[in-house]
C-alpha cells in the first residue's frame, strides 16, 4: 500500500496509482470521486501497447477512487467481484483523462460494506471507456 495525499488527508491505495491526487474531488453526498488520471508510457505494461492504456489500467483507476471513498466513510479495503467494461475509445498514454466514478447501492451485509462502483473516462468531453463493478464486497478483518 501506498501513502497519497488526496483532499488534504493522508490515505493508503494498493498500487498501481494512476490518479493524479492533486485533481481528486469527492463527494459524500453524491457518492462520487472525480479527477484526471495519467497512464505513463514509462509504465511497461502501458508502453510495450504503444498507443493505449488497457482496460486493466482503468480498472486500477477505478479501484483508486474506490479506496479514496472507502477511507474517506473509514471502511476497509474493498475486492470488486462483478466487473464488466464497455470501451467506446482509445485512452492514450501520457495524457490526462478525466474520469468520474460513484459508490452505489451501499448497504451492510454481514457486518461487511458491500455495493457497487461505476466509472466514466472521458477525454476532450469524448467517451472512451464505461466500467461498471456490479458488485464489490470489504474485507472482512
Known amino acids: 500500500m501506498r501513502k497519497i495525499v488526496v483532499c488534504g488527508r493522508e490515505i493508503e491505495i494498493p498500487s498501481p496509482i494512476y490518479i493524479l491526487?492533486?485533481?481528486?474531488?469527492?463527494?459524500?453526498?453524491?457518492?462520487t470521486v472525480s479527477g484526471k488520471c495519467l497512464f505513463p508510457s514509462s509504465d511497461p505494461s502501458v508502453g510495450e501497447r504503444v498507443d493505449h492504456a488497457n482496460?486493466?489500467?482503468?480498472?486500477?483507476?477505478?479501484?483508486?477512487?474506490?479506496?479514496i471513498f472507502a477511507a474517506s466513510k473509514g471502511w476497509g479495503r474493498?475486492?470488486?467481484?462483478?466487473?464488466?467494461?464497455?470501451?467506446?475509445?482509445?485512452?492514450p498514454p501520457d495524457t490526462e483523462i478525466d474520469f468520474v466514478a460513484s459508490i452505489t447501492n451501499v448497504r451492510k451485509r454481514s457486518g461487511r460494506i458491500v455495493g457497487s462502483a461505476k466509472a466514466t473516462f472521458s477525454l476532450d468531453g469524448k467517451?472512451?471507456?464505461l466500467m461498471d463493478?456490479?458488485?464489490?464486497?470489504?474485507?472482512?478483518?
Open 127 to 129: 467517451t472512451l471507456l
Open 55 to 67: 482496460v486493466c489500467h482503468a480498472a486500477f483507476t477505478l479501484w483508486n477512487a474506490a479506496h
Open 78 to 91: 474493498l475486492f470488486a467481484i462483478d466487473v464488466h467494461q464497455k470501451v467506446k475509445g482509445m485512452m
Open 21 to 31: 491526487p492533486d485533481t481528486i474531488k469527492v463527494s459524500e453526498e453524491t457518492g
Open 133 to 141: 463493478v456490479r458488485r464489490f464486497i470489504e474485507e472482512k478483518i
